[in-house]
């Protein structure tokens, strides 16, 4: 297995052709390729550290998945351009602001010219680049078609990432909300209502059973906060724990999340968003259908998904026709269906899918704006419930107090 080879920074001091003694600092890959570097900037070494970190430095830039999909873009432009391969590798990997992904796209340019393909060398790198990815661009490479190819990822990544943002703010959204109308909540009744509790026990009277019910529950509230907190920190990580581990509870919460209103018609409509743009993707690099269809389950973003388009793999590999198959898993829709058949019998299956993928992707981009419109009433609904009710709760005794002085 290829090792992921990633820059040092190093601090080094030596001297100069006049012998005065200077130092900086340099990255590289080892401490041997950094007295070679500066050796061929004629600098006589006399030491070379690795440079000890900080406590206080600031944290690594991250390579996200949009960097991703940006570096696909630059590098499809800089090919049909006429820029050769290393060389284009030099200008985006030195031009690019994340210092991690420049490190990534040189680390890469090395490999390149130490004779691996484009595809052996993003292959050494799986974190950023799935096998998806290095199958299309092995596959046009061994075409002679690399720039074309790279331009079709481009747009699959930038349509595949546009996607992923939409369904996330679909359902980070409404828990947003609930988490925020429980921070406010808890807040109240920690620190408000036990003032006016204060209060109103210095007047000695009567108050309504609503009001001591809320005073009770913030008791409760400030007595056991801890047991509150740790209860939601054991359920978060218990959650995060089987979602990484227990496929059964993927399946299981997957399965649940599509039977949601509008937040399961968003989800199903962008599995099979995914679904029709990477087979679209898959089959203009003239990837085998069967050999497609493994990596078009792991693109559709939900393991119901994924194992429906599984199963359709196993019966093309017997002979069986895929829109069949399709229709046997019941999650795809009847248009998709015809659409995938007449891109079959016509031969132009990627143009059909690209059609599907443009519609479902659309829907997706109109059922989210819909669901920002319905939880605007929504976040006031509930908000005004809890804020207003323990404001209604401790001004009831006031009003009480105020009617028997009148």
């Not at 690399?146 to 939409?166: C, H, N, Q, V």
Request: net charge neutral; with cysteine; hydrophobic share 50%.
């Amino acid at each position: 297995m290829a090792e992921n080879k990633e820059q040092i920074d190093f601090v080094w001091k030596g001297k100069d052709k006049n012998g005065k003694v200077i130092n900086g600092e340099i990255s590289a890959f080892s401490e041997t390729v950094a007295r070679a570097e500066l050796r061929r900037q004629s600098i006589r070494v006399i030491s070379v550290k690795k440079k000890p970190k900080s406590l206080f430095s600031k944290a690594k830039a991250t390579i996200t998945p949009k960097d991703i999909a940006i570096f696909a873009r630059q590098l499809a432009t800089m090919l049909s351009s006429g820029v050769p391969l290393v060389q284009s590798f030099d200008i985006i990997g030195k031009g690019h602001e994340n210092p991690s992904m420049a490190e990534l796209l040189l680390g890469i340019k090395s490999d390149i010219e130490s004779g691996d393909t484009l595809a052996q060398a993003l292959s050494k790198r799986p974190i950023y680049f799935d096998e998806l990815f290095c199958n299309l661009v092995e596959a046009g490479e061994q075409a002679g078609v690399l720039e074309g190819l790279l331009d079709k990822i481009a747009t699959y990544k930038e349509k595949s990432e546009s996607i992923k943002a939409k369904v996330k703010k679909a359902l980070t959204y409404p828990i947003a909300v609930l988490v925020v109308a429980f921070i406010v909540t808890a807040i109240l009744l920690i620190f408000v209502v036990p003032v006016f509790k204060e209060l109103f026990d210095s007047f000695g009277a009567e108050l309504p059973s609503f009001t001591l019910w809320v005073m009770g529950l913030s008791d409760w509230m400030v007595a056991y906060w801890y047991y509150v907190v740790g209860t939601i920190i054991i359920l978060v990580k218990t959650f995060s724990y089987f979602k990484k581990r227990s496929k059964p509870f993927n399946y299981f919460l997957d399965r649940t999340m599509l039977k949601l209103p509008i937040i399961g018609m968003i989800l199903h409509k962008s599995a099979i968003a995914r679904f029709a743009r990477t087979l679209s993707t898959m089959s203009a690099a003239g990837v085998p259908l069967v050999e497609a269809l493994a990596s078009v389950a792991g693109a559709t973003g939900n393991i119901v998904y994924y194992n429906a388009v599984m199963q359709m793999r196993e019966d093309v590999s017997t002979g069986q026709s895929i829109q069949y198959s399709m229709l046997q898993t019941k999650l795809f829709p009847h248009m998709v269906v015809q659409m995938l058949a007449i891109g079959e019998e016509s031969g132009s299956i990627d143009k059909m899918l690209d059609k599907v993928a443009d519609f479902y992707e659309e829907e997706v981009d109109n059922l989210v704006d819909n669901l920002s419109s319905l939880m605007e009433p929504f976040i006031m609904v509930i908000l005004g419930t809890l804020v207003g009710g323990l404001i209604v709760a401790m001004y009831l005794p006031i009003f009480k107090l105020g009617a028997a002085v009148g």
